[in-house]
């Protein structure tokens, strides 16, 4: 019989991809998602993609009782992957007190509800963010490597939650976890049926590198090009959405069935960095697409290079990222005209 999986934030940009792997992979798939940074339109990616809807129910996870009914109502959901959070660095240096509330009630609510309906496990979005900046002899990072003090409220809720879901699986909750650090997600699934819907001006790179391709903004700056790496520019591990999608998919199997620890962690990345300046040009080769881009000063908070040892990953989940990364930026440029053709943007 197939399982059913309970995805919170299953229409954004990780869980909609995660959601079609785990689909395609048979399991039955609940999404949650109060459509703060989503639409529901997301579903119908989903569908033209997989021949499937999945369930959906429109339920903010701050709220206990709404969350409590979806465990009611689907008392066969048997893991979790628990992707809703607010995620917008700056915007939590604004507004501190939202991503608390947002990003530690909803972990808190889930996790007291898991043992009362008799859901087995949950795997925990994480972010490399827990490393800050690496020393030289630390990287590629691995699992083991000592964190540092969060540099935002964001940052800070991934350590928080982190270590609630290690406090309360030793209290003797009786359920697993597995916590997965992912570098940086970037991309869209290849038929550009679903991707990564930003809102307002990008922070992020690969977004503004499309948008320009595109004509929506005027010119990418890079953000600084005096950082002790080979060009100059910051590094970091981009991992394509699909590839990340489908650790879950490993990892959900792993924690269902085969995890004898009660909370494992893994580095989801590719296990090697790459420059701004190398994904500019990168870009500019897979597409076609000229990007009109300048240097700038840096950006303040920003690490100056970071990818991650995925070793664990590549073993013991059986899983490793393979997509070359022309074709993942040719992706996010596919997905950036759909949303010219949609008239999105
Ligand atoms: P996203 O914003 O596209 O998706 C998150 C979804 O959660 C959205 O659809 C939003 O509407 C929903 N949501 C937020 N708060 C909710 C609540 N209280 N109740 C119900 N739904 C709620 O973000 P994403 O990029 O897909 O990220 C997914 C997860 O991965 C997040 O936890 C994020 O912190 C983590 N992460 C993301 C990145 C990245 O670069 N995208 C990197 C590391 C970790
Ligand atoms: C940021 C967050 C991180 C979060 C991640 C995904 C910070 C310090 N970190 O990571 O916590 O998990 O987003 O949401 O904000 N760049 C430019 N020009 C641009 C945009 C980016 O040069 O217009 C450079 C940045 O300096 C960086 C690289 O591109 O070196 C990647 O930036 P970004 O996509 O914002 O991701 P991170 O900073 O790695």
Redesign the pocket.
């Known amino acids: 019989m197939k399982q059913t999986i309970l995805v919170t934030g299953g229409t954004g940009f990780i869980g909609s991809h995660t959601t079609v792997e785990l689909i395609e992979a048979g399991y039955n798939v609940v999404i949650v998602d109060n459509l703060s940074n989503s639409k529901i339109e997301v579903l119908d990616g989903i569908e033209k993609i997989t021949g499937v809807r999945p369930a959906f129910e429109q339920v903010d996870l701050r709220d206990k009782e709404a969350t409590e009914s979806v465990f009611r109502k689907y008392p066969a959901i048997e893991g979790i992957i628990h992707f809703a959070a607010s995620?917008?660095?700056?915007e939590s240096v604004q507004q501190p007190l939202m991503y608390y509330r947002n990003n530690v009630i909803s972990l808190i609510n889930l996790l007291e509800l898991m043992p009362e309906y008799g859901v087995k496990g949950i795997i925990f979005s994480s972010?490399?963010?827990v490393y800050g900046q690496p020393k030289p002899e630390h990287l590629p990072v691995t699992e083991s490597a000592p964190h540092q003090k969060a540099?935002?409220p964001?940052?800070n809720t991934k350590e928080i939650n982190e270590q609630i879901i290690y406090d309360y699986i030793h209290s003797g909750a009786g359920i697993k976890s597995i916590v997965l650090r992912?570098f940086?997600?970037?991309g869209a699934h290849p038929t550009a049926l679903i991707g990564e819907l930003p809102n307002g001006v990008?922070?992020?790179?690969?977004p503004?590198?499309t948008q320009t391709a595109m004509g929506i903004r005027e010119q990418?700056?890079?953000?600084?090009n005096d950082y002790n790496t080979p060009d100059g520019?910051?590094?970091?591990d981009y991992i394509y959405v699909v590839d990340l999608a489908k650790a879950h998919v490993a990892a959900m199997a792993r924690v269902l069935d085969k995890q004898t620890e009660p909370v494992e962690y893994f580095n989801i990345g590719t296990g090697s960095g790459n420059s701004?300046l190398e994904?500019v040009t990168t870009f500019e080769q897979a597409t076609g697409v000229k990007v009109n881009w300048k240097y700038?000063p840096?950006?303040e908070?920003?690490?100056e290079k970071?990818w991650g040892d995925c070793t664990h990953a590549n073993t013991v989940l059986g899983w490793k990222a393979d997509t070359p990364l022309a074709d993942v930026l040719a992706s996010a440029w596919k997905w950036q005209q759909k949303l010219r053709e949609d008239g999105v943007m």
Do not use: E, M, Q
């Open positions: 995620k917008a660095v700056g972010s490399c963010t540099t935002s964001y940052g992912y940086n997600p970037i990008p922070n992020n790179l690969i503004y590198v990418l700056t890079i953000f600084g520019t910051c590094i970091r701004t994904i700038g840096r950006r908070g920003d690490i970071i």
